[in-house]
């Protein structure tokens, strides 16, 4: 990779063909290694970062495409392939609304690109599928919604479509000790009444939210959701999860 | 980075207005590494606090088949707890009132614990 030309050849760069026959070949550590060394060569080629970050999302690791289709934007501020990558990794976090929006632009920028087009419909009817998303349900077993005593038992809700019971039934016994921490923490720091409580990770955003002295939920989004709309629906699920308390009482 | 400069990195933080103290915390023995606080903050209680409730919020994460948690924010009535993932141990917190900026707060302690690194 020494010997790249300084300039792209007649047909483009030959790195990014090569890198990307190798990922299409499923060699993702190859592909990974031809992109990085010829982005060290051409860091600002927004199509470099773009194959980058193709690999890291097929390698499972979406924080890192992430990553990389933000450094593309940052190149080519109308890169179709950067706005794809991120509505696709919007997309499988299940953040319809941030799929939509990256697709939105990239619709803006190829208005007749059909495969913007048709990603931009599945978006919208996988959106429609699931209107939990925007008033998560307890009886709705995609709202990633877990209602729970405080003695640890679940009261309602799953993880998601693909966990089964047991891993729902975990979820609430240990959230039942976060939400007994929290008020505890809450209550030695004089920091009042508990509101709720927040868990990013790299790979998920959690809210906690207690809803009567002996119930609490959690809710959980991908990694791309904001914070602000995170709490928006822990506040509509908690409105959802009253109402389904009382109707239980 | 020496402790000194750590120092100065959580006098930053606790410049931000509400803001009652920040610190740096060993999160496997829940003591204080470095701090910057107000007299009325009791810094050891809030180290050894945050690293109760950060493993909560790291079993409650593991139980959902989640990534390992990067920060922990706990918001009340009358004031706010952020914690932020350093280098492990190590995790960056802040206590707040509840008026305090806490998007800028946190947007400083993600910047500090990359620096930590």
Known sequence: MNDLPA???RHGFAFLELGERLRQRGQFAAAASVASAGL????????????????RADQGDDAGA??????????????????????????RAHDFVNAERHLDLAATQAPHDASVLAALDRVRA?????PGDESPEPGDPGSGLILYDMQGLRLAG????DSDDADADAAAATGAGLTSESVRVARLLQLGAVRHLIIEAADARVIMMPLTADAALLLHRGATTPLGRLLALGSRATVAARAWLERMA | MSIARWENALREVTRVPGVLGALIISADDGLVVAESSMDELATADVAALSAALILRASRCMSAMGKGAPGSVHLVGDAGALLAVAGPAPLWLVAVAHGDAELGRVRLLLRDFAVVLA
Not at chain 1, 68 to 76: F, G, P, T
Not at chain 1, 126 to 130: F, V
């Open chain 1, 7 to 9: 300039t792209p050849g």
């Open chain 1, 158 to 161: 799953s993880i998601d479509q």
């Open chain 1, 126 to 130: 996988a959106a429609r599928q699931r």
């Open chain 1, 66 to 91: 992430v990553a990389a289709w933000h450094a593309a934007l940052e190149c080519d501020p109308v890169h179709i392939g950067a706005r794809k990558g991120l509505a696709f990794v919007a997309f």
């Open chain 1, 40 to 55: 060290s060569r051409y860091p600002s080629v927004a199509d470099a970062h773009d194959l980058l970050a193709r690999i």
